[in-house]
């Protein structure tokens, strides 16, 4: 996948995604503590942790759906603003794709694609329509466009919601468990999707059970648990030489069952 | 029940018939826009916008539509507002209706799931963006069979524009009964004629329910 140059050009650049010193409560929970994170373009760092270990969290603080109490967080360089169209027109460039899918119900899979592309880049309709049927095609959905999402399987819908975050041709795209709703034969049809964005070098944060895909795509692992990033390294020195005893906790139990 | 169609009381019925009919479909139009509006104001994360929704709500709802049509009436005109009696009507008729299609439309956002306004904002949706296309649509179709409800109730609510100076059907049946025609007579005709609009009303949400449902 990753040549050694592409991890040289790679480590030149500015980072990305940039989380200084950010904390989170909810409540008396202190889910978010002292995290700092650097993701550069191109990269793939899978998170990974028991769950209420604040990864989901994590993510979904990277677009702001989730406000953080304290500390930055920058993307391409610009600090994301406070709610309103500063920041809509930031997260437009930040895919999100979430565990429950959600597609818009009252539309259909071509017509999910194409609203971003024109109520939020102004993209000429027939243009947005041309481009979502590609992206369809792309993720395998394409002879679904004039259905609704309910009529669509878990792992099409899914592709779906991919297919529509990156119609915004979006500089990170944001992983919430994409795949722990999807039975179990359709989660490789969406790995699948991911593996081949992640080799077209999209930069992804990617928070999943799946210990395949994180050894396969990730150039890096980020282990998680109680609100900390307890260890992070390349997937391969994680997976064999576990570091933290939580770590070797966590995969003994997940591994090995 | 012959007396409709002598001495040119038919005229009369149906002139107060298309009125009521006319003063029915701008107040619901009001109540619509208005309605959406106020839904949009409670559900808006600006405490200013969520008050006056509040207010509103807990005004028009809570006051008899009689002395809303009072204070519409007779309280705006020495404010230096003058229109006609049915803009009046429908003034206050399409206010007190918005309150309650704010209230429907308002469980119908609650219905929608919190996962597709945040799909909506990730993609870059303002929040406007977010409501009008994504919540508010969905919401819509969910309370379809209660706010058909209320749309039923309205033309009947128009009624009470007949006690100030709105010639539509139920002034008709004042008229009616001044001239001395069997009472029961007269409220059969005027049943029949609230009927057939409630009748369309509620068919016309019918049709709406089949067609719109989201499946989920």
């Given at each position: 996948m990753s040549t050694s140059l592409d991890q040289d050009s790679r480590a030149d650049a500015a980072p990305l995604v940039v989380l200084r010193n950010v904390n989170k409560h909810f409540g008396a929970l202190h889910v978010l503590q002292d995290i700092d994170l650097e993701i550069k373009q191109g990269e793939v760092v899978v998170l990974i942790g028991p769950s209420g270990s604040g990864k989901s969290t994590l993510c979904r603080t990277i677009n702001r759906l989730e406000t953080v109490d304290s500390g930055t967080i920058t993307i391409d360089g610009?600090?994301?603003?406070?709610?309103g169209r500063e920041l809509a027109r930031l997260r437009a460039e930040v895919g999100m794709v979430f565990q429950s899918f959600n597609l818009f119900a009252h539309k259909t899979v071509l017509e999910n694609v194409v609203l971003g592309q024109v109520k939020v880049r102004g993209i000429a309709k027939d243009r947005a329509v041309r481009t979502a049927q590609e992206l369809l095609e792309r993720v395998g959905v394409g002879a679904q466009a004039s259905k609704y999402p309910a009529q669509l399987s878990g792992g099409q819908q899914q592709r779906v919601a991919i297919a529509r975050a990156l119609a915004m041709n979006p500089k990170v795209m944001l992983f919430d468990e994409p795949t722990s709703a999807l039975d179990p034969e359709m989660i490789n049809?969406?790995?699948e999707v991911m593996r081949q964005l992640a080799a077209d070098g999209m930069t992804m944060v990617v928070v999943t059970h799946e210990m395949g895909f994180a050894r396969s795509a990730a150039n890096r692992v980020l282990f998680m648990a109680d609100g900390r990033i307890v260890e992070q390294n390349t997937p391969e020195a994680f997976f064999t030489a576990p570091r933290s005893e939580r770590a070797k906790d966590f995969l003994s139990k997940i591994l090995h069952h | 029940m012959g007396f409709l169609f002598e001495d040119g009381n038919f005229a009369l019925f149906r002139d107060g018939f298309l009125q009521t009919i006319e003063l029915s479909a701008l107040?619901?139009?009001l109540a619509l826009l208005l309605g959406t509006l106020l839904a949009a104001f409670r559900v808006s994360p600006v405490p200013v916008l969520r008050a006056f929704g509040t207010g509103w709500v807990t005004i028009f709802r809570n006051t008899p539509l009689t002395v809303l049509f009072f204070a519409v009436t007779f309280g705006l005109p020495p404010l230096g507002v003058h229109f006609s009696h049915l803009v009046f009507a429908v003034l206050a008729l399409g206010s007190y209706t918005a309150a309650f299609v704010c209230e429907v439309l308002r469980s119908g956002i609650n219905t929608v799931p919190i996962g597709q306004a945040e799909a909506a904002r990730s993609l870059g949706l303002t929040f406007g963006q977010t409501l009008t296309q994504v919540v508010l649509p969905q919401a819509a179709r969910t309370v379809l069979a209660p706010m058909s409800s209320v749309f039923i109730a309205l033309p009947r609510n128009s009624a009470?524009?007949?006690a100030f100076s709105v010639s539509e059907l139920y002034s008709a049946q004042q008229t009616f009964s001044e001239r001395g025609y069997?009472?029961?007579?007269?409220?059969?005709?005027?049943?029949c004629a609230y009927l057939v609009i409630s009748a369309t009303v509620a068919l016309l949400f019918r049709f709406l329910e089949s067609r719109l449902a989201v499946a989920r």
């Open positions: 610009r600090p994301l603003p406070a709610e049809e969406v790995l | 107040s619901a139009l009470i524009a007949g069997s009472i029961f007579a007269i409220f059969f005709w005027v049943a």
